[in-house]
Every structure is written in structure tokens, then in C-alpha cells.
């Protein structure tokens, strides 16, 4: 067949157009794709007396941030609570005011945050012994209520602080909270045992609680690490040499933390490409 009588009385936009067809179903195509994601909970309570406030948030994906905040006015004051989550991040904020003895209660308000996901160790077959590097950034005040925060972290452990009016100071668990105020502080848990090449649970979790006491003076106790708890630039897990590891949906691949950058939407990327095309049609 002649080439030329196979082109003729098509129109001069016919080509441009079919590669673009072309593009916009590999796009299409791969925004079906399944992605390995994290799941996150994160939730906000009192405990009753600010007329039952809280709230409860779940999703999942890729990039998944959720955010929720409350304030509400309780028997004594109110109280502020918030919590997010997203790739590779967990935060909470607790606030509880204390305004006047209207009745014998105190001020309490709690928040929670939480992702499950899995992670994996890759090298050479047996066991291999790790632990998890973290970075926390939280802030506190009200020297006269009482401000705990409490972390969860599935196969590595748990750890916990609380302090009270009198200056009173109680830690738990195997992972030590050095500080409720960290700006930021670098945590990392004990070293645990796992099998290489296998799929693992990964929880990560924090929870702040705060108590205005009903016989103290008017204030507000607080804590503040909405912002955030994470890891840290540089190697996530610590691993024998000849190891690397990964947390899906997590941002941590190469056993490196890769911050998440929004992905342009398909449909915005088709429009680029129509606006392009237009304008090549012009120029002809």
C-alpha cells in the first residue's frame, strides 16, 4: 500500500491526538495499579464530663493524611484535642483547661493516633537482630495538671511517661521517653530478633492524656506533638551489614525515610495534556 494514499484526508490533528489517546490510557492504566498502603486510626476523648466530645477517623492509601480537631466546653473549662497521620507520621495534641469549681470534676482530654502496616528485612536467610531509630517533637505546659504520653510500637516495644503537679516523674516500658518536651528527641528501641525475607506487622502508636485536677488553680495543662512523631533522616533501622529494609506505605524503602510528595491526579495530568495538544494544533 502507498503510504501517502493511506495519510490522505486525515485530518493534520490525527496524530498528536492518538498519542495523546495513547498516554492518557497508560496513565489511566496505571492509576489502577494496587498499591501497598498503611491503615491509620486516630481518635480524640474526654472522659465523660465535656458532654462526651471526641471523635474517630480511619484511612488508608499511599498518601493518606487524615486530620481531625475538637474543642468543647466541659463542667470546669474545656478542652482541646487533635490527632493526624499520614506517610511516615503520627501526631496528637491534648489540651485541658480549668476555669472555674462550678462542680467537683476535673478537666481530662485524650488523643490517639495509630498506622498498621507491614515491614520486611531483606539479605540473607535466618534471623537478623535490629532495632528502630524515631524522632519525636512534642511540647508541653501547665505545671499544676497532669501530662502523659505513652508509645506503642508493635514487635519493638512500648514506652511511657508521666508527670505530675509535684514535679512527680514515672517511666515504663523498654523504650525510653527521655523528655515530654523533645525539640526533638531521637529515640530508638531495644534490639529484637526477626526473620529476613519474611512479612512483619508494623504498628506504630502514640497517646497524650492530660487532667486539669478539680482542687487546683486556673490554668491549662497541655501536650503538643501534633508535630510529629517520625523517622529520622538517614537509616530508619539499624542492620547488620549485608541488610536493607522497608515499611509499606510508610515512606521508609532502602531502609531510608523518603518524605511523601502529593502525586499530581490523573485528571490533571490529562488536562496538561490537552492543553498541550491545543496548542500545537494552533502553531499549525
Known amino acids: 500500500m502507498n503510504p501517502k494514499r493511506a495519510t490522505q484526508g486525515v485530518p493534520a490533528w490525527f496524530g498528536p491526538m492518538r498519542l495523546l489517546l495513547g498516554c492518557t490510557f497508560l496513565l489511566l492504566a496505571a492509576g489502577t495499579q494496587s498499591v501497598n498502603a498503611a491503615s491509620f486510626l486516630i481518635q480524640g476523648s474526654d472522659d465523660g464530663t465535656c458532654g462526651n466530645a471526641s471523635f474517630e477517623s480511619t484511612s488508608s492509601g499511599p498518601i493518606a493524611p487524615i486530620f481531625r480537631s475538637l474543642l468543647a466546653d466541659c463542667a470546669n473549662g474545656n478542652i482541646e484535642i487533635a490527632a493526624n497521620a499520614g506517610t511516615g507520621f503520627l501526631g496528637v495534641l491534648a489540651k485541658a483547661t480549668f476555669v472555674a469549681p462550678v462542680v467537683r470534676k476535673s478537666v481530662y482530654a485524650s488523643a490517639f493516633a495509630r498506622a498498621t502496616t507491614t515491614f520486611m528485612v531483606e539479605g540473607p536467610a535466618g534471623n537478623v537482630p535490629l532495632s528502630l531509630n524515631l524522632s519525636l517533637d512534642s511540647r508541653s505546659s501547665g505545671s499544676d495538671g ?52 519474611t512479612p512483619l506487622e508494623f504498628i506504630l502508636q502514640i497517646s497524650v492524656q492530660t487532667e486539669r485536677p478539680r482542687d487546683g488553680a486556673q490554668g491549662t495543662t497541655s501536650i503538643d506533638a501534633l508535630n510529629t512523631l517520625t523517622f529520622p533522616d538517614g537509616r530508619v533501622f539499624n542492620l547488620p551489614e549485608g541488610y536493607t529494609a522497608s515499611i509499606e506505605g510508610m515512606g521508609v524503602v532502602g531502609n531510608q525515610f523518603v518524605r511523601a510528595v502529593p502525586e499530581l491526579p490523573t485528571a490533571a495530568l490529562m488536562w496538561v495534556g490537552f492543553g498541550l495538544l491545543l496548542r500545537r494544533l494552533r502553531r499549525r
Not at 175 to 190: A, F, G, M, S
Open 146 to 197: 497532669w501530662r502523659g504520653m505513652g508509645l506503642f510500637l508493635g514487635n519493638f516495644g512500648i514506652g511511657s511517661i508521666q508527670i505530675g503537679p509535684t514535679g512527680f516523674v514515672s517511666r515504663g516500658g523498654s523504650i525510653v521517653l527521655p523528655d515530654i518536651d523533645c525539640q526533638p528527641c531521637n529515640l530508638t528501641t531495644p534490639e529484637v530478633m526477626v526473620p529476613a525475607n
